[in-house]
């Protein structure tokens, strides 16, 4: 038995390691570790300003010496609005950093770091990628303060000789059995610590049963996720079927599009048996 970097469980308990913090860290922005010299952990929680607020809730969030922060986000499953998301995480991070009275001038970079299990961008064969604000017709770096690194396991290219240190990380963090960490653990110190790091917390009982509960959660809510979708196609052939003289059914097949685009399956069965709330949900896109 080895736990899988993948699952967030085993990823978070990686990444209390001051060490793999910090050899991630500087695999990421592409700087010696040496200079990497503070790692501190922070709340995961992105409090409420007002009640109308959403929380948000980060997987790991670190803060540098010089008060610079990093979001790191594991994601094995598709999410439709990963990027919406993402950038609602590092907006509430950014913007946390500054309370009234203080000047603009003390804000500090804010980097949101998405780890997919799976393709997000789907024209293209890139694992890597590094997001800022650019001119769009020059290029040019506007600022530096927010940024995103998407990278993307499922896209590794073959081996090669001599890859940057973050491929290497990539390739650690979407390992699939205990053969392909002790072969990478052979070839890198650092991923020789990471290896022996995660060899005894897959060795823990005490931790093993907690990752075998958020592996069950996760393949729970997928099959939850899946019998909705069925269960909201079905709903929607009926609201089809019964709705379409008096609403039309262009505005009803449309609804189901919005509502399936927004991972709202379970808004669509609803409809389908409430009228007054199928009414509420057209109005709400303007339907």
Same mark, same amino acid.
């Given at each position: ?6 699952? *967030?469980?085993?990823?978070?308990? &990686?990444?209390? /390691? !001051? /060490? ?8 990421l922005?592409?700087v %010696? ?8 952990? #922070? %709340?995961?929680?992105l ?5 109308d *607020?959403?929380?948000?809730?980060l997987?790991?969030?670190?803060? &540098?010496?010089d008060?610079e922060?990093?979001d790191?986000? #594991?994601?094995?499953e598709?999410?439709d @609005?990963?990027?919406?998301r993402?950038?609602?995480? &590092?907006s ?5 950093e500054i309370?009234?009275?203080?000047g603009? !001038? @003390?804000?500090?970079?804010? =980097? ?10 789907q024209?293209?064969?890139? @694992?890597?990628?590094? =997001?800022?604000? @650019?001119d ?8 530096d303060?927010?940024e995103?690194?998407?990278?993307e &396991?499922?896209?590794?290219p073959?081996?090669?000789? /001599? ?13 699939k059995?205990r053969k392909?960490?002790?072969? #990478?653990?052979?070839k890198?110190?650092?991923?020789e610590?990471?290896?022996d ?5 897959s ?8 990752y ?7 393949r729970?809510?997928? =099959?939850? #996720?899946l019998t ?13 079927r ?16 919005e509502?399936?685009?927004h991972?709202?399956?379970? !808004?669509?069965v609803?409809?389908a048996?409430?009228?007054?709330y199928?009414e ?8």
């Amino acid at each position: 038995f080895i736990m899988l970097p993948t699952v *967030d469980f085993c990823f978070k308990e &990686l990444m209390q /390691n !001051d /060490n793999i913090r910090k050899n991630i860290i500087a695999a990421l922005l592409n700087v %010696p570790s040496s200079e990497v010299e503070n790692t501190e952990l #922070m %709340p995961t929680i992105l409090r409420k300003e007002s009640k109308d *607020d959403k929380y948000g809730i980060l997987d790991v969030r670190v803060k &540098l010496k010089d008060g610079e922060q990093i979001d790191f986000e #594991m994601q094995v499953e598709a999410f439709d @609005c990963w990027a919406n998301r993402s950038v609602y995480y &590092l907006s509430k991070m950014y913007a946390g950093e500054i309370k009234e009275g203080e000047g603009y !001038d @003390c804000l500090k970079k804010c =980097i949101h770091v998405s780890i997919l299990a799976y393709d997000h961008f789907q024209d293209d064969k890139e @694992c890597y990628r590094r =997001i800022a604000f @650019c001119d769009t017709k020059t290029g040019k770096e506007y600022t530096d303060l927010m940024e995103m690194h998407i990278l993307e &396991l499922s896209k590794l290219p073959p081996e090669e000789k /001599n890859e940057t240190s973050l491929l290497q990380w990539m390739r650690f963090l979407g390992g699939k059995t205990r053969k392909d960490f002790e072969e #990478m653990a052979k070839k890198n110190s650092e991923l020789e610590e990471a290896y022996d790091v995660l060899d005894k917390l897959s060795a823990d009982e005490k931790k093993r049963l907690e990752y075998e509960t958020r592996q069950r959660a996760i393949r729970d809510y997928n =099959i939850g #996720m899946l019998t909705a979708e069925r269960r909201g196609i079905e709903a929607g052939r009926k609201i089809g079927r019964e709705e379409g003289e008096t609403l039309g059914v262009s505005r009803i097949n449309q609804l189901i599009l919005e509502l399936s685009k927004h991972g709202r399956a379970d !808004d669509i069965v609803k409809a389908a048996a409430d009228k007054e709330y199928q009414e509420k949900l057209l109005k709400e896109f303007d339907l």
